[in-house]
């Protein structure tokens, strides 16, 4: 922390990655006032951003405020800085934190924005994090928030994870401003499973919107879809509240909702009948629901809880059943009770 702005705590903040949201958060941070680095894997795309000062593909006709300092120099990025965020996909998470391991200090606050499940060890990402850079403080960031929108400075509502309230309040009032408002949480757990599981679920949701279907396979897509989530989180301990707020129904809303949804969109061509990988091309960006299936199958194995929605998807992404099948199958499943706790008053 280096000076006092607004009486907001101004600091020294490195964005890794700079898709979509590494720019939008960048340009949030920017304009709260703190000092911004955005560090990429690619040299061109550094010399791409430092001087067209517009994410041209992911965040068109947004500026770049020339305060924003892009480097593909990693130790430059990390090293002193106040708060690093990780904006890399999920699949690149684990080998970025393993490089950038050398270069932070122990206590140094790592806030991960990514959402998604390592496949072969079923770990969240911070947990990945926490393996490669043990000495740092991991948290995490997610919650209803397209960077289209956040990139443009339309009000949105974020929950932020930390192991202490200390860590947790800093960084509130480090990413907070009149558009972006912050909410503070201990359930870590909780809220990177939303983030992960929500991807998969808006990929049947976009199927859903391919084919053709209405708002009334929509709504039972969504509440379907978190009542796998909850399930599955609370088994292996995240809190129910957080399933419930935006890290949980929020995010699963937004995404199975959003024109901007990459997931979504990847869906929609599948029910339209593109390839699983035609869709991935077409949509250009990461579609983080692809990586996070498989992971969300097992974990339903491995906690022995029903996941049928998670369970079609699959099927239809790895294993070419067709959509319309798969909508069978979920709706001719024996019929069930919807809240299995409430005894009948006979
Ligand atoms: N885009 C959004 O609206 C949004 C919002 C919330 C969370 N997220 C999450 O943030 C993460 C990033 O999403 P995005 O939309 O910015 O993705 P994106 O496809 O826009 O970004 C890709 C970027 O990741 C980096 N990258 C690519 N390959 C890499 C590699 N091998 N090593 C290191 N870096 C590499 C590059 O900077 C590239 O520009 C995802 O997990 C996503 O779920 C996205
Ligand atoms: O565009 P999506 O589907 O990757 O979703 C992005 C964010 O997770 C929405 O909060």
Not at 176 to 190: A, T
Not at 241 to 263: P, Q, W
Request: aromatic share 4%; hydrophobic share 40%.
């Amino acid at each position: 922390m280096t000076d006092k702005k607004k009486g907001q705590a101004m600091a020294n903040v490195s964005v890794i990655g700079a898709g979509s949201w590494g720019t939008a958060l960048a340009l949030l941070l920017c304009k709260n006032g703190h000092d911004v680095t955005v560090w990429s894997y690619k040299e061109e795309e550094v010399r791409t951003l430092s001087e067209k000062r517009e994410h041209v593909s992911k965040l068109p006709g947004v500026k770049i405020p020339n305060e924003i300092f892009f480097t593909a120099d990693l130790k430059e990025a990390v090293e002193g800085k106040d708060v690093v965020v990780l904006a890399v996909p999920s699949i690149h998470v684990r080998n970025t934190a393993k490089k950038m391991n050398a270069y932070v200090k122990g206590g140094q606050i790592l806030v991960d924005v990514a959402k998604g499940i390592e496949e072969d060890t079923l770990m969240t990402l911070s947990q990945q994090i926490e393996e490669e850079i043990p000495q740092a403080d991991v948290a995490v960031l997610s919650g209803p928030s397209h960077a289209e929108e956040v990139g443009r400075g339309l009000p949105t509502t974020v929950c932020i994870g930390a192991h202490t309230e200390t860590t947790a309040k800093y960084l509130q009032q480090l990413f907070m401003n009149e558009v972006f408002r912050v909410y503070i949480s201990p359930d870590i757990l909780g809220i990177e499973l939303g983030g992960s599981l929500k991807n998969v679920i808006a990929l049947a949701a976009g199927v859903a919107d391919g084919m053709g279907y209405g708002d009334n396979t929509k709504a039972a897509l969504i509440t379907r879809g978190i009542a796998e989530i909850s399930r599955l989180g609370v088994k292996m301990g995240g809190a129910a509240e957080t399933f419930g707020g935006l890290a949980g129904i929020g995010d699963l809303i937004v995404t199975c909702a959003s024109v901007h949804s990459r997931n979504r969109k990847a869906g929609y061509l599948m029910g339209q009948g593109r390839t699983m990988q035609e869709a991935m091309d077409e949509v250009k960006m990461v579609v983080e629901g692809v990586y996070s299936a498989k992971a969300a199958a097992k974990l339903g194995k491995k906690y022995q809880v029903s996941l049928p929605i998670i369970e079609e998807v699959n099927k239809v992404l790895f294993e070419d059943k067709s959509p319309k099948e798969a909508v069978n199958e979920l709706m001719l499943r024996v019929g069930k009770a919807e809240h299995m706790a409430l005894p009948w008053e006979e």
